[in-house]
C-alpha cells in the first residue's frame, strides 16, 4: 500500500479549498487568543506553534488546489518547519534561563523592561 | 492510490473536529500537561490534513519534527520549570481577555471574508500526487537551493545558541579579560529545591 493518498480529479472534489482556508482561520485565532492571554511562558511557546501550523495548513492547501503541479506550497511548509524547530528550541532556552534568573514563568513578571 | 470522496469528507471531518477542539484545549486548558499532550494530539491530526492534502513528505516531517522533536522539548522544558506557583491577581484580568477575544473573532472575520470573497483560480493544474516527494527534492536542489543551504546554517546557530543559552554552569574569570566573575550577577541565589531542603533539615 502506498502512503500517499492521490485524489484524481480533486480540484473538483468534495472538500472545497474553503474549508482548508477556515479551519487554519480558526487555529490561526486559538492561537492568537492563546498567545495574548497565557500567563504560563510554555503556553506562549505551545500558541506560536498553533500559528505557525495554521500558516502550513494554509499554505499546503494553496499548493495543492492552486499550484498542483509546481507544489511550491510544500517547499515554503518545509522551510517553515525548519524554522520552527529552531525557533522552539531557542525560545525554550531563553526560558530556562529566564525560570534561573526570575525564579517563575507568570509572563506578567517578566517587566524588566516596562516604564 | 484513491480514496472515495464520502471517506475523504469523513477523514476530513474527524480531523478537523481533533483540530479545533485540541487546539482550544492547548490554550483553555489549566494544567499545562494537558495542554502539551494536547499539541501532540493538533500536530498529529494536521499531519492527517496533510495526507488528506496529497502532500506524504510533509506529513511525516511534521511528525518527525513537530511530534518527535518540538513536542517532546516543550514536555521536557515543562518538567524543568514545573513549580507550582500561585499567580498574583490582575486587575480588570476579564475585560482583557473579552477585549482580546473580540479582536481575535474580529480577525476570524476578516479571514472569512477573505476565503469566501476572493476569485481563487479554481480549477488549478491536476495535483502530482505521489510524485510530490520527487517534485519536492528537485526544487530544493535546483531553484531552492539557497534557502535550502541557509537553512542548515540557522538549524546550526540554533542549536549553538540553545546549548549557550540554557547552559547552567558559568565561568569562574572572565574568558577576555581574565577577572573573576561576580556569581550573583550571573544566576540570582535560588531557594533550595525540595530534596536540598530536606537534605539541610536532616544535617544539624
Not at chain 2, 534557502?147 to 569562574?172: C, K, T, Y
Request: net charge neutral.
Amino acid at each position: 500500500m502506498t502512503f500517499a493518498l492521490s485524489i484524481p480529479g480533486l480540484a473538483n472534489g468534495s472538500i472545497p479549498l474553503q474549508a482548508y482556508l477556515v479551519l487554519a482561520a480558526v487555529l490561526f485565532c486559538t492561537g492568537v487568543w492563546g498567545l495574548i492571554n497565557s500567563r504560563n511562558a510554555v503556553r506562549v511557546l505551545m500558541s506560536i506553534e498553533l500559528m505557525l501550523n495554521a500558516v502550513n495548513l494554509n499554505l499546503m492547501a494553496f499548493s495543492n488546489y492552486l499550484d498542483g503541479q509546481l507544489i511550491r506550497g510544500q517547499v515554503f511548509a518545509i522551510f517553515v518547519i525548519t524554522v520552527a524547530a529552531a525557533e522552539a528550541a531557542v525560545g525554550l532556552a531563553i526560558l530556562l534561563s529566564l525560570y534561573r534568573n526570575r525564579e517563575t514563568v507568570d509572563m506578567e513578571r517578566f517587566n524588566l523592561l516596562r516604564w | 492510490m484513491t480514496i472515495a470522496s464520502t471517506t475523504e469528507l469523513i477523514c476530513f471531518l474527524v480531523l478537523s473536529t481533533t483540530l479545533v477542539l485540541g487546539s482550544l484545549g492547548v490554550v483553555l486548558l489549566p494544567n499545562i500537561v494537558y495542554s502539551a499532550f494536547l499539541l501532540g494530539g493538533v500536530f498529529l491530526s494536521v499531519a492527517g490534513l496533510y495526507l488528506l492534502l496529497n502532500a506524504s513528505f510533509v506529513a511525516a516531517a511534521q511528525v518527525l519534527v513537530y511530534v518527535g522533536a518540538v513536542n517532546v522539548l516543550i514536555l521536557f522544558a515543562i518538567m524543568l520549570v514545573n513549580k507550582k506557583e500561585t499567580l498574583a491577581a490582575i486587575p480588570g484580568l476579564a475585560l482583557r481577555r473579552l477585549l482580546s477575544a473580540a479582536v481575535c473573532l474580529g480577525l476570524f472575520g476578516l479571514l472569512l471574508r477573505v476565503a469566501f470573497t476572493t476569485n481563487w483560480a479554481l480549477p488549478g493544474p491536476l495535483p502530482v500526487g505521489e510524485e510530490a516527494t520527487v517534485r519536492i527534492g528537485e526544487h530544493l536542489f535546483s531553484d531552492y537551493l539557497l534557502p535550502f543551504e541557509l537553512a542548515s546554517v540557522l538549524l546550526l546557530m540554533a542549536m549553538i545558541g540553545a546549548i549557550v543559552l540554557a547552559r547552567r554552569d558559568v565561568f569562574s574569570s572572565d574568558v577576555i579579560t581574565g577577572e573573576p566573575v561576580d556569581q550573583g550577577l550571573i544566576e540570582k541565589a535560588r531557594t533550595p529545591l525540595l530534596l536540598e531542603q530536606r537534605a539541610l533539615e536532616k544535617t544539624p
